[in-house]
């Protein structure tokens, strides 16, 4: 059905192509095309396409019966596929480390296997968009799949910023005492609070989050203990 209008719209084109040759002295008289010159094939063009579409349409009215039971079927597979993903999306917000505050390891296993979860979901959504429009049904939407996909690629961006965070703090503590620059430090800790608070400012959705805002104190919690290491110094 798509391509019947296509199909009709190219012919025009082609027959001009060879009247375009045939006004710079190029003979295609000799080209054939089944049997047929090129240019009588693309002059009957047209009238067998006509007729495969009523052929098509004969065929569509034979078959319709058959059709009309394999969209109940589909609405049917729908239907369970919808719960699937709800309660996929449900799970996924109830228990994806968006609240985590142990291991970054633990956070980045749980974001791969809800990643897993969300590529499968999301090819069988593409796979039923496909034989709604096969069986010329209203093809559905699933706007929580590409939310899913937008949350896992904020919520993984963070806890990259909370492991490289976890791991500037640590060489700092691990730094030998007269080695210890802190006006450099708080420097750098400014830097990474501003970075955090500006991915927070393009992504609002995330500040709701506790991983953010653990962050958001851890960095709070070092720019206190610094100065009193510049005193101590």
């Known amino acids: 059905k798509k391509g019947m209008d296509v ?14 040759l045939k006004d710079h002295g190029i003979d295609v008289s000799d080209t054939m095309v089944k049997d047929h ?16 579409v009523k052929r098509t349409f004969q065929i569509k009215e034979t078959i319709l019966p058959m059709q009309l039971a394999e ?6 597979n729908l239907d369970a596929f919808f719960l699937k993903m709800r309660e996929y999306r449900n799970d996924f917000r109830a ?9 970054v390891k633990d956070a980045y296993k749980s974001i791969d296997e809800y990643a897993a979860g969300a590529f499968s979901i999301e090819r069988e959504a593409v796979a039923f968009n496909e034989l709604e429009d096969l069986f010329e049904m209203n093809v559905s939407k699933y706007p929580e799949v590409s939310d ?3 949350e896992l690629r904020l919520l993984k961006n963070l806890w990259d910023f909370k492991a490289m965070m976890l791991s500037v703090h640590g060489s700092w503590k691990s730094a030998l005492w007269s080695e210890i620059q802190t006006d450099k430090l708080e420097d750098e800790n400014r830097k990474l609070l501003k970075t955090l608070r500006a991915n927070g400012n393009d992504n609002a959705v995330i500040k709701g989050w506790n991983v953010y805002r653990d962050i958001e104190n851890s960095i709070k919690d070092m720019a206190i203990v610094l100065p009193l290491v510049a005193d101590l110094h």
């Not at 010159?37 to 495969?52: C, F, G, K, L, R």
């Open 95 to 103: 228990n994806a480390p968006f609240n985590f505050s142990g291991p």
């Open 148 to 150: 899913t996909r937008t």
């Open 37 to 52: 010159s090129v240019q009588d094939y693309i002059e009957d063009a047209p009238m067998h396409w006509e007729q495969v």
């Open 7 to 20: 199909t009709k719209d190219t012919f025009e084109p082609l027959r001009k192509s060879i009247a375009l």
């Open 71 to 76: 969209q109940d079927n589909l609405k049917e």
